[in-house]
């Protein structure tokens, strides 16, 4: 194989295994590059061995490890067979192994995402099934959640050495990779569900952080606490005992009695000031109707409180959809 071809070919599994990973839609991996079917064609020259090789995103340590809901590892499956009998006329004894093992593997109704991180570190993440469960939408993460943590890991700046305070922090993903890579001083995780509160607990722990008052935990690690924080009650001396220098949240802009719960708490912390300064904040959405936007912003100067937008930052780290319109706001309270 030519050196570029090998090149491509590399990439191809690298795409293949980050979206695997994270258990994307499998209409967002590269099945074909514009008009051309590329993994078709690549596969046609270099026989089976293609999609061998994309057979052991299976068997990435990971998923071995952590594994992805039963029904999307058979979906995945069923894709990848399907793709290789368009161009293939014997069928490849592994795929259909590997699907038989899925088939007698039990479903449940969570499932892993993993997520890596440029530092060669990763984040997994343990996931419902469903997009709504136990009456929320939770206990998935969003893609907004993604972008900030994006722009987090490239302005580490902002966060080293400060207690951040996440509100609606769901599957936790955003607060994860800042507390691996930001140095953080201490990390608040945050919601008012009891079934999403249980699910963070638990995903801070399957990162290897300790939650406080573990005295074992790691000093070089951020004091990590997930609290329960309903925007609607919390009390400007409660928002103080977490003495916050910087106040984040994603995709929390879905109907309009949120954003009024959203802008009251934010207030509410325009009075939690330490060396006479309030925290900083950071709000993260993805623009699915401009209503919603619009309404979040006239809000916002109804409350007296200043916002300006982040530049988008550089590159994209993690699979999400990539035609999605999505902003980070800064708050000026």
Same mark, same amino acid.
């Given at each position: 194989?030519?050196?570029?071809?090998?090149?491509?070919?590399?990439?191809?599994?690298?795409?293949?295994? *980050?979206?695997?990973?994270?258990?994307?839609?499998?209409?967002?991996?590269?099945?074909?590059?514009?008009?051309?079917?590329?993994?078709?064609?690549?596969?046609?020259?270099?026989?089976?061995?293609?999609?061998?090789?994309?057979?052991?995103?299976?068997?990435?340590?990971?998923?071995?490890k952590h594994p992805p809901a039963v029904k999307y590892a058979r979906c995945f499956?069923?894709?990848?067979?399907?793709?290789?009998?368009?161009?293939?006329?014997?069928?490849?004894?592994?795929?259909?192994?590997?699907?038989?093992?899925?088939?007698?593997?039990?479903?449940?109704?969570?499932?892993?995402?993993?997520?890596?991180?440029?530092?060669?570190?990763?984040?997994?993440?343990?996931?419902?099934?469903?997009?709504?469960?136990?009456?929320?939408?939770?206990?998935?993460?969003?893609?907004?959640?993604?972008?900030?943590?994006?722009?987090?890991?490239?302005?580490?700046?902002?966060?080293?050495? *400060?207690?951040?305070?996440?509100?609606?922090?769901?599957?936790?993903?955003?607060?994860?990779?800042?507390?691996?890579?930001?140095?953080? *001083?201490?990390?608040?995780?945050?919601?008012?569900?009891?079934?999403?509160?249980?699910?963070?607990?638990?995903?801070?722990?399957?990162?290897?952080?300790?939650?406080?008052?573990?005295?074992?935990?790691?000093?070089?690690?951020?004091?990590?606490?997930?609290?329960?924080?309903?925007?609607?009650?919390?009390?400007?001396?409660?928002?103080?005992?977490?003495?916050?220098?910087?106040?984040?949240?994603?995709?929390?802009?879905?109907?309009?009695?949120?954003?009024?719960?959203?802008?009251?708490?934010?207030?509410?912390?325009?009075?939690?000031?330490?060396?006479?300064?309030?925290?900083?904040?950071?709000?993260?959405?993805?623009?699915?109707?401009?209503?919603?936007?619009?309404?979040?912003?006239?809000?916002?100067?109804?409350?007296?409180?200043?916002?300006?937008?982040?530049?988008?930052?550089?590159?994209?780290?993690?699979?999400?959809?990539e035609h999605s319109e999505m902003a980070i706001l800064q708050l000026m309270l």
């Open positions: 194989m030519a050196p570029e071809e090998s090149a491509g070919t590399e990439r191809l599994l690298r795409s293949f295994e *980050r979206r695997f990973l994270a258990a994307r839609a499998l209409r967002s991996f590269p099945w074909q590059v514009g008009e051309k079917a590329y993994i078709l064609r690549l596969s046609a020259r270099v026989s089976p061995l293609t999609f061998c090789a994309l057979l052991q995103t299976l068997k990435h340590p990971l998923c071995v499956l069923s894709e990848l067979i399907k793709k290789h009998e368009g161009v293939h006329p014997e069928p490849l004894d592994e795929l259909y192994e590997a699907l038989a093992e899925v088939l007698t593997t039990p479903e449940s109704t969570q499932g892993h995402r993993s997520y890596l991180l440029p530092s060669g570190d990763s984040v997994t993440l343990s996931e419902s099934t469903a997009i709504v469960s136990h009456g929320t939408t939770g206990l998935v993460t969003w893609d907004a959640a993604l972008y900030l943590a994006e722009w987090a890991l490239e302005s580490p700046a902002a966060f080293a050495d *400060r207690t951040v305070l996440e509100l609606g922090s769901g599957a936790g993903l955003t607060g994860l990779a800042i507390c691996k890579t930001c140095r953080p *001083r201490a990390y608040i995780f945050s919601d008012c569900h009891s079934r999403v509160l249980e699910q963070l607990r638990g995903n801070v722990l399957l990162n290897g952080l300790s939650l406080e008052p573990d005295i074992t935990a790691n000093s070089e690690s951020p004091r990590v606490t997930v609290a329960h924080l309903d925007w609607d009650v919390v009390t400007v001396p409660q928002l103080s005992a977490f003495h916050p220098d910087i106040v984040i949240a994603a995709d929390v802009l879905y109907c309009p009695e949120i954003i009024l719960s959203l802008v009251g708490v934010l207030r509410r912390l325009s009075a939690c000031r330490r060396d006479q300064r309030a925290p900083d904040v950071y709000v993260a959405f993805t623009i699915r109707n401009p209503d919603t936007c619009r309404l979040f912003t006239t809000e916002l100067g109804r409350a007296g409180i200043r916002w300006e937008a982040v530049p988008p930052h550089g590159r994209q780290l993690f699979p999400y959809e």
